[in-house]
């Protein structure tokens, strides 16, 4: 148990389906993340948001749409998504996102998402 | 760009044996974070090294960071079948502030 879960913890979807990735974070932290893992490939950094607000958008194609209602909330929208898609999508947490050397990242188990 | 290298790939050991694994970077690290991951769920948090020559040990994980602060190491002695998985190096850089990168990982099985 990390403190941070997501759901659901599979998913899977067609192209024209919208869906929703949801995170909470139960550490009292401000900056929250959300991350792909591909097969064979490091993990990308997706979006970031600190006290609720994006502050960081890797340029992720606009079918995926973060949202930040709150500083323990954290959503990944997902709409006409494609089969390259498919992959892990973990949310972290930390305690600020301006800390440097230091600023441990806590991840959650993932959510698996397939796309048919 | 920065990036992280890890070594090996992946590494079957037999039980009981010892193992390193390897992250390498091309630029000074701020922090170098070690992770371990089973296949298809979270990232579980093992160690954090700052400073160069710092050396931290959990259970039987021994994570060294060298004196350049450009190369760590993570040392599992008298592996077990628990310590299979995936094993991530991030880092913080300077001027990447608040934002790990991430090798690509290290697969680790422990044969009984």
């Known amino acids: 148990e990390t403190g941070v879960t997501q759901t659901p913890r599979h998913l899977v979807m067609g192209m024209t389906n919208k869906k929703s990735l949801k995170c909470e974070q139960h550490l009292g932290h401000n900056a929250m993340y959300w991350y792909k893992q591909s097969a064979k490939k490091p993990l990308e950094l997706m979006f970031v948001y600190s006290l609720e607000e994006r502050v960081e958008n890797n340029s992720v194609p606009s079918r995926f749409s973060p949202e930040c209602p709150n500083s323990s909330h954290l959503f990944l929208h997902l709409h006409t998504l494609q089969p390259e898609d498919s992959a892990l999508y973990l949310c972290?947490?930390?305690?600020?996102?301006?800390?440097?050397?230091?600023?441990?990242?806590?991840f959650g188990e993932g959510s698996w998402l397939t796309v048919v | 760009s920065q990036e992280l290298e890890q070594s090996p790939q992946s590494l079957i050991v037999q039980e009981g044996k010892n193992l390193t694994i390897n992250c390498t970077s091309s630029k000074t690290l701020y922090g170098l974070y070690w992770y371990k991951q089973k296949y298809g769920e979270g990232l579980i948090f093992l160690m954090m090294l700052q400073k160069g020559g710092e050396e931290k040990s959990h259970e039987k994980i021994t994570a060294k960071l060298d004196e350049k602060k450009q190369q760590s190491s993570l040392h599992i002695t008298a592996s077990q079948p628990s310590h299979a998985g995936i094993y991530l190096c991030g880092a913080d850089i300077p001027g990447n502030t608040g934002k790990l990168i991430f090798g690509q990982g290290t697969t680790l099985q422990v044969k009984p």
């Open positions: 972290a947490s930390s305690q600020d996102y301006r800390d440097t050397g230091g600023n441990t990242i806590y």
